[in-house]
């Protein structure tokens, strides 16, 4: 990618001196879809709350996050204060907590309008409406005096959405916007992104734990473990072939929804490792079942392996058989 | 809501009526009131005398049932030591009390609040910091030794103000630091915990996402979220105005219902006793009426789900 | 041989009050549901939030007293709660939750923990039987000696399981035991499951909002909606072809990578125990209801073509004639 709306290098975060990430890079072109895959801990979250400069102030973040050609990392509030909401937007898991109970839900949406596109009154409101029309909010006139604990969960994740697309961003980072929220629901809204991005242009990124979700909804997918991306690859290439252990093993744990029932999956041994106790070289190293004693000299950095995929393993190659058996696939 | 109204109202007559019952048992249980107005040596007839004018001699539920059907009346009740009304006694005291705890009450939001929220926002910062420790202080000393304290340097090392006495308004200046500075203690402990609490919480990184400069994150979402914990213990200072004082102004021998209520409670002056507590229940009871309407007014949540409550 | 657990006809109501001045409220957690367990069979309860399907459990379990209906346990009916056989039976069920820390005592080793059956009813060797159960579980024996929080998710829910073992139940009922864990992790403690069920001969009780999850684990599924089971059938027949049209919306929204069909989204809010529509409780999000389903409550009984039991008026061919 040439030319990126967002290019993250070398992303470091540090909470009280334990790294957290451990140097990201990341690039989101001008109206793409990109999954961020990974476990708890990961730090896909973590990515983006510090690309926005949202992380506790006790945080260490070093790296460089560039949107348009400008560093983020270190700009000023006012500066950061246009970005956020007005480039890049961002919706969190639990819709219910993320809006602010005390203020009507037009409220909180006419706000993001009058900060980024200076609409007041009649007109913030006109627009307010027409926002929680557009996700899809039944009776969107009187539901704007509504306060957040009057909706239900998935109301709450479109008046959140709403409240992003008000000013109007080239980018929407939404962070497990469906891991809270029922079944059906998590349908309705990932639905509902996909029809936003078809019809704004906007980009999305797409946080989640979920192989299956992120998959459906993004055209490229990263793969994170231990505070770094390990595979990036375009999703039509994850499932049929996937280069990075982890990657194989996330693919394999999904239960399969054919064939014979109740086989074991091949399930990744252990856990994922604490931040202050990484192992040495490759942090998935003690999991995995191609590790060798290369893997623990450093750590593995991203390379091509086909085009358009790149993973960070020593150990690749077209005559290395997958780590895991890949039944879901 | 007329429903809830209700609901309040007859927990505020039933919390009063405790109040009454409580202060009846156990004056009556502690000591007689004639032998004590009339001191010990009195005559037996002088005694008995007194007893029967104040209608001690009946048995106790009777006593205690004519008393509260007066109440019911709006009679509170005679002074046993002057014959006066026990109301216009207490009422007379009321501003001099006022005096006091009004302008206390101030100190304490007006340095309490703002001390509390600037050490959240600076957390762990060398302020926040030395605001706790004056915090943690300002709690744990009680008042009578801050009063003398305060007495102590300011009136007999320094000599800048008056010990004790109601003269002038330079008189009220050590008993209203002493007693609001404990209260602006409790204050900004408790607001720094709740707007902690609040800042926490994820819309208030909702806010910042959107844009929203801090100042106003913090000015328009979470000020308001932390007023609402917050206003408890402002309704319990408010609570408080009447019969907060009775240790500052027993120390400043500021002459406020608090002082009339030790002077009463040691002569067994029943009248006066029970109308200080009634007063003191009412106050409270109000207050505590008044936050969970606020509570309302602060919090949707706590309105009726959908329609009624909009507004 | 009579089945392990017979549920018949499970109600269980809660009266609850819509904001801090509102009226009562009755609000039907279960409305109706029959279960039936057969010894060493894995049944997967499955719905969303707010469906009953937790309530369910409790109640099987007798933790909760159902308003109407019977609980029969190995033939005969579950005894009141608290009562010293209802004790008794309790060791033959045990109940595994969602969040593993929650469930384990802080301040107590995982070898107390999952000793204390044994110490209650003066059982010897408890040693040598909390190793047994802890290799069980896939965790080395010297974890015995550890506290909860030195435990990671999956190990947690493993020492859970442990402890649930120990009275060597007949009947397990696990709540969303999965959906707390990696995902990494969630394989491990199926596979777990998988073995245990087939080693010890448990009768599985396995609640989960996770279709995939419940495939993986069980022999038979129940799908519940509003408090009701919809349907209920074999895992990959159910999956394959879902006969309610509750069930299909739930098929179609797991997430399928390389899906090329426009899935069908299920519109509208999971609906409010509290005001449950007349009629079949799905109809307002159904798209083939007709007028039978606003008016008649669908029983569930086995469909005519392949004896799949569905409460559905439109699976069961009951709403012919009339326009959908």
């Known amino acids: ?51 926005l400069g949202l992380l506790p102030g006790k945080a260490r973040v070093t790296g460089s996050v560039v949107l348009d050609g400008q560093e983020l990392l270190g700009a000023p509030m006012p ?15 639990d819709p219910a907590s993320s809006l602010n109970p005390v203020h009507r839900i ?47 969960g998935g109301q709450n994740q479109r008046v959140m959405i709403a409240m992003a697309l008000a000013g109007r961003p080239r980018l929407l980072v939404a962070d497990e916007p469906t891991t809270a929220l029922d079944v059906t629901i998590q349908a309705q809204i990932l639905d509902l992104l996909a029809t936003l991005r078809a019809e704004t242009g906007m980009a999305l990124v797409l946080i989640s734990h979920d192989l299956g979700v992120v998959a459906e909804t993004c055209d490229r997918v990263a793969v994170m473990y ?20 982890y990657t194989q093993g996330l693919l394999s744990a999904l239960p399969p929804l054919d064939g014979l029932p109740r086989q074991h999956l091949a399930a990744i041994p252990g856990s994922v490792p604490e931040p202050r106790a990484l192992p040495p070289g490759c942090a998935f190293g003690p999991r995995c079942p191609r590790h060798a004693s290369l893997c623990d000299e450093q750590v593995p950095p991203l390379v091509d392996v086909a ?23 | 809501m007329l429903r809830f109204i209700a609901g309040r109202l007859l927990r505020a007559a039933l919390t009063i009526v405790m109040v009454v019952t409580f202060a009846f048992v156990v004056l009556r249980l502690s000591g007689d009131p004639a032998l004590l107005i009339l001191s010990v040596d009195a005559p037996p007839e002088a005694v008995a005398a007194f007893r029967e004018a104040w209608g001690l001699d009946r048995p106790l539920w009777v006593q205690y049932f004519s008393y509260f059907g007066a109440i019911l009346q709006g009679d509170l009740g005679q002074s046993m030591r002057d014959g006066r009304d026990a109301i216009d006694l207490v009422a007379e005291r009321i501003p001099a009390t006022l005096a006091l705890t009004l302008p206390a009450l101030a100190l304490k939001v007006g340095i ?30 009680p008042s009578f030794v801050l009063g003398l304290l305060l ?22 200046i050590l008993p209203v630091i002493t007693l609001g500075i404990g209260g602006a203690a409790v204050l900004a402990r408790f607001t720094r915990s709740a707007m902690l609490e609040v800042l926490g919480q994820p ?49 400043f021998s500021w002459p406020g219902v608090g002082r009339l209520l030790v002077v009463a409670v040691s002569n067994r002056d029943l009248a006066v006793v029970q109308c200080v507590l009634l007063l003191v229940a009412a106050t409270m009871v109000t207050s505590n009426f008044i936050v969970d309407l606020l509570y309302g007014v602060l919090d949707p949540r706590l309105r009726t789900a959908r329609g009624g409550g909009k507004g | 041989m009579t089945a392990l657990l017979e549920a018949e006809g499970l109600v269980r109501r809660y009266t609850m009050r819509r904001g801090l001045l509102g009226r009562q409220v009755e609000l039907r957690a279960v409305d109706g549901v029959s279960l039936r367990l057969e010894r060493g069979e894995t049944l997967g309860l499955v719905g969303e939030s707010g469906c009953g399907k937790s309530t369910t459990g409790r109640l099987v379990l007798g933790l909760e007293a159902p308003d109407e209906g019977t609980v029969r346990f190995d033939g005969a009916p579950v005894p009141p709660v608290g009562s010293a056989a209802w004790r008794a039976q309790r060791a033959r069920m045990q109940m595994v939750f969602q969040d593993p820390l929650g469930a384990l005592d802080r301040r107590l080793t995982i070898g107390t923990q999952i000793a204390e059956p044994f110490e209650i009813h003066g059982m010897a060797g408890a040693q040598d039987r909390v190793a047994g159960l802890l290799r069980d579980v896939g965790l080395r024996e010297d974890f015995a000696a550890r506290y909860p929080h030195e435990l990671s998710g999956g190990q947690r829910q493993r020492a859970v399981l442990a402890r649930a073992l120990a009275t060597d139940p007949a009947l397990l009922v696990c709540d969303e035991p999965i959906s707390a864990l990696d995902v990494s992790v969630q394989a491990q403690v199926m596979n777990l499951l998988i073995d245990l069920q087939a080693e010890r001969r448990l009768t599985m009780l396995f609640i989960s909002h996770d279709l995939r999850a419940v495939r993986q684990v069980s022999h038979r599924v129940a799908v519940m909606y509003l408090g009701r089971i919809v349907e209920e059938g074999e895992p990959d027949a159910v999956l394959r072809d879902p006969a309610h049209p509750y069930a299909q919306a739930l098929v179609s929204a797991i997430p399928h990578p390389g899906r090329t069909a426009r899935r069908q989204v299920l519109q509208g809010d999971p609906p409010n125990p509290a005001a449950r529509p007349p009629g079949c409780a799905f109809h307002p999000r159904c798209p083939m209801a007709v007028g039978l389903c606003r008016s008649v409550v669908p029983e569930l009984k086995p469909r005519a073509s392949d004896g799949r039991r569905v409460a559905c008026h439109v699976a069961q061919g009951e709403a012919m004639g009339e326009a959908a």
């Not at chain 1, 950061?80 to 898991?93: E, S, W, Y």
């Not at chain 2, 309490?112 to 744990?140: E, W």
């Not at chain 2, 300011?154 to 004790?164: E, K, M, N, R, T």
Request: contains cysteine; charged residues 15%.
């Open chain 1, 106 to 152: 037009g409220r909180q949406v006419g706000e993001a309008l009058r900060l980024h596109r200076g609409m007041d009154g009649a007109a913030a409101r006109a627009e307010t409406r027409r926002l929680l029309d557009q996700v899809g909010i039944p009776d969107a006139g009187n539901r704007m005096d509504a306060y957040p604990h009057e909706l239900s």
């Open chain 1, 79 to 93: 500066v950061l204060d246009r970005v956020r909401g007005g480039q890049i937007a961002m919706i969190f898991q």
């Open chain 1, 307 to 329: 085009p358009g995929q790149r993973a960070a393993c020593r150990i690749l190659g077209a005559d290395v058989p997958p780590a895991f058996g890949l039944a879901a696939a």
């Open chain 2, 151 to 172: 007495v102590l340097v300011f009136a007999v090392q320094l000599g800048w103000l008056p010990s004790g006495g109601q003269d002038s308004w330079r008189h009220a």
């Open chain 1, 226 to 245: 231990a505070g770094l991306v390990i595979e990036e690859v375009s999703s039509a290439r994850l499932f049929d072939a996937p280069a990075h252990p």
């Open chain 2, 112 to 141: 309490g609040i703002p001390a509390g929220v600037y050490a959240a926002l600076h957390r762990n910062s060398a302020t926040d910091r030395v605001v706790m420790v004056m915090a943690v202080a300002g709690f744990a000393v």
């Open chain 1, 1 to 51: 990618m040439d030319d990126p709306l967002v290019r993250i290098s070398g992303l470091r975060v540090a909470f009280d001196g334990v790294p957290v990430l451990r140097g990201v890079d990341l690039a989101v072109g001008a109206g793409e879809a990109v999954g961020v895959v990974g476990e708890s801990g990961c730090g896909k979250s973590v990515t983006w709350l510090a690309a």
């Open chain 2, 203 to 251: 819309y208030i990184r909702t806010a910042s996402a959107k844009g929203v400069p801090w100042r106003a994150v913090v000015r328009g979402h979470a000020l308001p979220n932390a007023a609402i914990p917050t206003v408890t213990i402002v309704g319990f200072m408010v609570g408080s105005l009447i019969a907060g004082a009775v240790v500052v102004e027993s120390v």
